[in-house]
T-cell receptor, first 112, second 115 residues
């Protein structure tokens, strides 16, 4: 999917640096949060998830932090690589089933 | 195993026409969801099907409909197309259980252009 959102915030990061992408979610009843990565011409790809009973979860080079007090979610990417250039979306779900509410997305550009 | 497959990849239609999009989920997945992605509105949930029944529905007009077959494959239909229906339509599948952290896998989408 070519995401050509007119108002997508953009994060420019130097290759090798760490990236932090932030997301404010809307529903305090949401119990599950996910980060997706979308590259040009592709659908969203699952990166990492976290349940509401946790505040941190780590994956390979990625960490998700959840602050329920201020309804804030962040994705940290360690040692950002050119292949990390994409649009990143946070999503929340408040009940069983697959009705996800997505954030607006952040475009990450990795400079060599 | 094969991922979520959507056909066709691109479609061009004119206002007033109708369109049918197809989605084949990952083998073994019983839930199929549809999302619309536009630059202005982002990703929005259309509906979800599980065991041939609509389980969840988003806030789209009745022109948008879907169905699921016994093999879990799904189709969505948009009737009386409007210019604003131009979008990337994404299908996602999951096992369909009740686990809170059930993962959703997306296809590459069908890019619909309405002229």
């Amino acid at each position: 999917g070519e995401n050509v959102g007119l108002h997508l915030p953009t994060l420019s990061v130097q290759e090798g640096d760490n990236s932090i992408i932030n997301c404010a979610y809307s529903n305090s009843a949401s119990d599950y949060f996910i980060w997706y990565k979308q590259e040009s011409g592709k659908g969203p790809q699952f990166i990492i998830d976290i349940r509401s009973n946790m505040d941190k979860r780590q994956g390979q080079r990625v960490t998700v932090l959840l602050n329920k007090t201020v309804k804030h979610l962040s994705l940290q990417i360690a040692a950002t690589q050119p292949g990390d250039s994409a649009v990143y979306f946070c999503a929340e779900r408040k009940a069983a089933g697959n009705k996800l509410t997505f954030g607006g997305g952040t475009r990450v550009l990795v400079k060599p | 195993k094969a991922g979520v497959t959507q056909t066709p990849r691109y479609l061009i239609k004119t206002r007033g026409q109708q369109v049918t999009l197809s989605c084949s989920p990952i083998s073994g997945h019983r839930s199929v969801s549809w999302y619309q992605q536009t630059p202005g509105q982002g990703l929005q949930f259309l509906f979800e099907y599980f065991s041939e029944t609509q389980r969840n529905k988003g806030n789209f007009p009745g022109r948008f409909s879907g169905r699921q077959f016994s093999n879990s494959r799904s189709e969505m239909n948009v009737s009386t197309l409007e210019l604003g229906d131009s979008a990337l339509y994404l299908c996602a599948s999951s096992l369909g259980g009740s686990a809170t952290n059930e993962k959703l896998f997306f296809g590459s989408g069908t890019q619909l252009s309405v002229l």
